[in-house]
C-alpha cells in the first residue's frame, strides 16, 4: 500500500471486461428470499441481504476493485454448473456443491453452519424434488467446508453405513487440530480479518474477497468413512464416478482436488479461486508453500484439463470452456510459482520481508488478471510469509535479536519524539499530508506507551477507516475497520461460537495438549512435581500426565518406573471434553459421580488451578 489513503489500481485492468458477471449469473436457477438465515432461537446467522447496496456505484470509502469482487461474490442462489451438478452460492463464505446420483445427490461442502447449510438444501430441493443425501465429500479441512455437515445429512445414517462421508487423508487430524493450540487467538484475529461484527454498508464491511464474511450458526463435524489416500483413487458414489487428487500442504494440510469423468468437470476445491489466496492468513495458521501449491496445480493441468469442460471450486463460480479452464489454471498456478520464486530470490540478494513486500509485482498478464489480484491473499503479506517460511522471524540484524517488546519500547519512542501530545501533532500534519501509513505506525506508540490518550485513538481510528477503505484486500479493509471501531467503541470480542463435535473428534493426546498450553509455567513449577492416572471408561485408554519444572507431560499408560500418581481418575473421555470445553469442573464431575477418584483429591483441585483460562476478547491495538 502506497502511503496515500488507496492503493494505486493498475491502469491495465479490464473494466469492461463483463466475462466473471457473466460467469457468475450463469445457471441461475433461483435466490433464497429473504436470504436471511436464523437458528432455533431466533438469531441471525446470515444475512446476505444487507449487501444490497453493492448493486450501487463504488463509492469513495471503497476499492473499485474490491467493490468489484464483492458485487461478483455477493451473488446468491441455487446456480446449475452442469447439468446434475448444482451450487448454492453466496449463503457462507463458502460455496454448497450438489451431484445428482442416481437415488439422491451428493453435497459437496457444506458450509460453515447447520442452519445456512439446511437452507441450502431446502432451496435446491425446492427446484430440484426432494433428492435424499447420498454421500458428502469434504474437500479440506477448513472449518468452512465441514462445519454445517449436520445441515444436511442425520449423523446416524452415516453411521450406519447409508451414507458415506468422504476426505483426504489426514484430514480429522486437521480438521479438528488445527485450531487447539492457539485457537483462541485465531478466532480474536478472524474477527478482525472477515469483520462479521462490523457493520455491512458501503463505508463499512464489504465482503473479505473470498467470500462475504462467515456465518454464526451451529458447527459440527461428522468424521470421515472414507479417506481418499493416493491420486488417482476413483471412488463410485451414488452412480458418480469420481477421480481424486490429493493436493496436501497447499491451501489446506489435507486437501483435494477431483474430477468427474462422466460429466467432463473438475472440482479445484480452495486450490484456484478468483483471487490471489493466502500463503499465511493473517488470522494465524502455519505458513502454506506456494512451490508445493504451484506444482499440484500442474500436476491437475496434466491430469484432468484435456478432459474438462467446466472448473469449479469451493469458492466463486465457475469458468466454462476447456480453454479457459487451461488458461485459469496456468495462471493461477504461476501466480504461486511467481510469488514463491521471487521471494526467494530477493531473499538470497539480502532483501528483508519488509522490503521484498515493498518491491515484488507480477509481471503484467498475472497484473492484469482479475482472478490473481489480492482481494484475499495480498502479494504484499504473501511475500513476507514466504520469507517467514524459509527465513523465520529474525532478519540478520543484530539490532533486532533484543528489542524491547511493545508498550516498552512504545514509551521510549515517545518520549524521544517529544512527547504524547507532540507525537501527535505530527501525525496530524502526516495525516493531512496523506502518509497514512507512517501515521498508523507513529500512533500504535503513542496508544501502546497511553492507551487512554483521547486525541491519538480518534486520529488512529480515523487513519485505520482510510487505510481500510482504500483497501483492495477484503481482509485488509476488515483489519482496520474492526481496529477503528474498538478504538472508538471498545472491543467487539468474535461472534465464533464453540464447536463440540470438533472437540470430540480430537484424540485423547490433543486434548492434553491443549491443556499443556494453559499450563500457568510459573505458578506450576512453584507448586512442584505432580501426577496423575487417567483411565477412559469408554475407550479404555489410560494416560498418565506429569507435571514437572512447570511443564505438562502425556504419555500413554502407567507411569514408567512404577511411580505412584498422586491421584487416578476413572472417567468417559466425554466428560473430559465437557470439562475442557468449560461447561463444567472436575468438581462438578466428582461431586456427580462421573468422575471417580482414588488417592488425593487436593492434587487434581491444584492442578486445575494451574489451568489459565484463555481471553477470547484481548486486545489487539492497544496493549
Known sequence: MTGSEQEPMDSGLAWDDEQDFADADRGFVARLDPDVVRDADGRVVWDADAYAFLDDECPPTAHPSLWRQSRLVARQGLYEVVPGIHQVRGLDLSNITFVEGERGVVVIDPLISAEVA??????????????????????????????????????????????????????????????????TAMARRAAYMYGAALPKGPAGQIGCGLGQTTSTGSVGLIAP?????????????????????????????????????????????????????????????????????????????????????????????????????????????????????????????????????????????????????????????????????????????????????????????????????????????????????????????????????????????????????????????????????????????????????????????????????RVNGPRAAAAGRLLLRWEFIDSGEVWTLLLSNGALTATPGDAPRGERPAAELRLARTTLDTVVAGASTFADEIAGGTVVLDGDVQALITFGSLLDAPDPDFAIVTP
Not at 154 to 183: C, K, Q, S
Not at 408 to 433: I, L, Q
Open 118 to 183: 439446511a437452507a441450502a438444501l431446502a432451496l435446491y430441493r425446492e427446484h430440484r424434488g426432494e433428492r435424499p443425501v447420498t454421500g458428502v465429500i469434504y474437500t479440506h479441512s477448513h472449518i468452512d467446508h465441514f462445519g454445517g455437515v449436520r445441515g444436511v445429512v442425520d449423523p446416524a445414517e452415516v453411521a450406519a453405513g447409508r451414507v458415506p462421508v468422504i476426505a483426504p487423508t489426514g484430514f480429522l487430524e486437521h480438521a479438528a487440530g488445527e485450531n487447539v493450540v492457539t485457537g
Open 225 to 517: 468413512t472414507v479417506h481418499i489416500t493416493a491420486t488417482g483413487q476413483e471412488e463410485t458414489v451414488d452412480g458418480v464416478r469420481i477421480v481424486f487428487q490429493l493436493t496436501p500442504g497447499t491451501e489446506a494440510p489435507a486437501e483435494m482436488n477431483f474430477h468427474f469423468p462422466d460429466l467432463r468437470v473438475l472440482c479445484a476445491a480452495e486450490n484456484a479461486c478468483h483471487t490471489l489466496h493466502n500463503v499465511l492468513t493473517l488470522r494465524g495458521a502455519l505458513v502454506r508453500d506456494p512451490s508445493a501449491w504451484a506444482r499440484y496445480l500442474t500436476e491437475t493441468i496434466r491430469l484432468f484439463a484435456m478432459d474438462t469442460d467446466v472448473v469449479f471450486g469451493s469458492h466463486h463460480w465457475p469458468t466454462w470452456g476447456q480453454d479457459r479452464v487451461v488458461r485459469f489454471l496456468e495462471e493461477q498456478r504461476d501466480a504461486y510459482a511467481y510469488l514463491h520464486d521471487q521471494s526467494v530470490r530477493l531473499i538470497n540478494i539480502g532483501h528483508t520481508a519488509a522490503e521484498i513486500a515493498e518491491q515484488l509485482r507480477f509481471p503484467p498478464a498475472l497484473e492484469r488478471a482479475w482472478h490473481t489480484r489480492g482481494y484475499y491473499g495480498s502479494l504484499s503479506h504473501n511475500a513476507k510469509a514466504v520469507y517467514q517460511r524459509y527465513m523465520g522471524w529474525f532478519d540478520g540484524n543484530p539490532a533486532h535479536l533484543w528489542q524491547h517488546p511493545p508498550a516498552e519500547a512504545a514509551g521510549r519512542y515517545v518520549e524521544f519524539m517529544g512527547g504524547a501530545d507532540t507525537v501527535v501533532a505530527k501525525a496530524r500534519r502526516s495525516y493531512e499530508a496523506g502518509d497514512l501509513r507512517w501515521v498508523a505506525e507513529v500512533l500504535s506508540h503513542v496508544l501502546f506507551a497511553e492507551p487512554g490518550h483521547g486525541e491519538a485513538r480518534a486520529l488512529q481510528a480515523d487513519t485505520f477507516e482510510r487505510l481500510g477503505q482504500g483497501a483492495e484486500c477484503g481482509p485488509w479493509r476488515n483489519f482496520y475497520l474492526m481496529g477503528a471501531a474498538e478504538l472508538r467503541g471498545g472491543i467487539l470480542g468474535t461472534p465464533t461460537r464453540r464447536a463440540p463435535d470438533i472437540l470430540a473428534a480430537l484424540t485423547t493426546e490433543q486434548i492434553f495438549r491443549s491443556l499443556a498450553v
